[in-house]
């Protein structure tokens, strides 16, 4: 080995014992390599530094046999195997190779060892399937709001016995509204109420800020009713004596202008779409259900069974009714072609004027119970599970009454 030391000019006596220092460790080291080491070269070089510099070297010296082959590579550092057994998994798997057997790897020799991969894009989404509509849940007979004549008995030409009340469609919370007052139908929002002064004509409430005005002044005009958009009201009105008297049917705008004659025709109701009015009439000997376009075209008859006070489903497709059975008023229901008619009622005493709740899962109507007591009543549209809501008070000409529901 050589060592040859290259010191800088001006170094202090401190550095001039440094140097030798390092020449003697050098020299140290050099021999732990033995006699069969390959002398190296070392160059050093000092450089002054104000202060005292210590270098300390340690070197340690393990000799490899001469072989005379390169020294082989360094072999990885192995891995410890995670899988619970020391035996390594068979290569095959499935029924030629056993059970397969999961090889669990650490985090870091993934990360190490496995080639970067492109990230797979991810799979187009199955179509999922469209769910099967759930029907809507069906409404409680309180959700509803009821709308109905009353009379207190006695002289029917006194005009204050007759009221208009309300109350929620199972009876509860009733109260009068409404005096004199006769024959009332909701608009289409519930807002407000269309209904017959006796002997003034038609006037309409308004729910929300007590307004009464005086849309219709006649004195036998009656039955007035909605178009869906509240703009305009049918009615029919009475021209004579009510037994002998010819009647026919008007629409007029929501504040009494614009009045339309249509066809004869008596207790009209608007469609919920608007498109038809429906009403009770006799062309010739044929009596029953007819409807008519507000403009007075399209006349056409439904049924031909004598029947009226009509009202539509809240989908415009059925028209449910009353209609004579041996004498005896019955409720019915037909579609709007005059197919699919079937009888719900099937009693002693009268049923009559039906009216669907906005749902359409109920229809109320008239009663006088088996000739037992005038109430209010609602059933299935399919005639089942008909219940007594409350007890009402009706005049003798019952078939000038009137119901109507909306929402609460």
Known sequence: MRIQLFPRRGLTWRTAIAVPLMAFLLLLVAACGGTDT???VVIVTATHTPEPVVVVITA??????????????PSPTPVPSLTPTSEEPSESVGPAGGDPTATLRSTTEATATSPPTETPKPEEPAATPTPKPTSAPQASLSSYRVVYSNFDGGDQSDEF???????????????????????PSFSANGNKIAYYRPFTGIWVYNLSTKANDHVVISDYAEFGGFSPDGQKLVFHEWVGNWWSAD???????????????????????????????TFDTCRGTSCGIFVVQPDGQGLRQVTSDGGGKASWSPNGKRIVYSADVAGDPEIFIVNLDGSGRKQLTDNTGNDTLPV???????????????????????????GTGVKTIRKVGVPPRWQFSRLWVTWW
């Open 38 to 40: 390959t002398p190296e």
């Open 60 to 73: 340690t010296f393990t000799p490899t046999p001469d072989t005379g082959e390169p020294p082989p590579e």
């Open 247 to 277: 009647v026919n049917l008007y629409t007029v705008n929501a504040d009494g202008t614009g009045r339309a004659k249509l066809p004869q025709g008596i207790r009209p109701a608007w469609s919920p779409k608007g498109g038809l009015i």
């Open 356 to 382: 669907f709740s906005p749902d359409g899962q109920y229809i109320y109507f008239l009663s006088d119970q088996n000739g037992t007591a005038w109430a209010i009543r609602a059933m299935k549209p399919d």
């Open 161 to 183: 016995k007759y009221s208009v009340w309300m109350m929620r469609g199972d009876g509860q919370q009733a109260g009068e509204l409404l005096r004199p007052a006769i024959e």
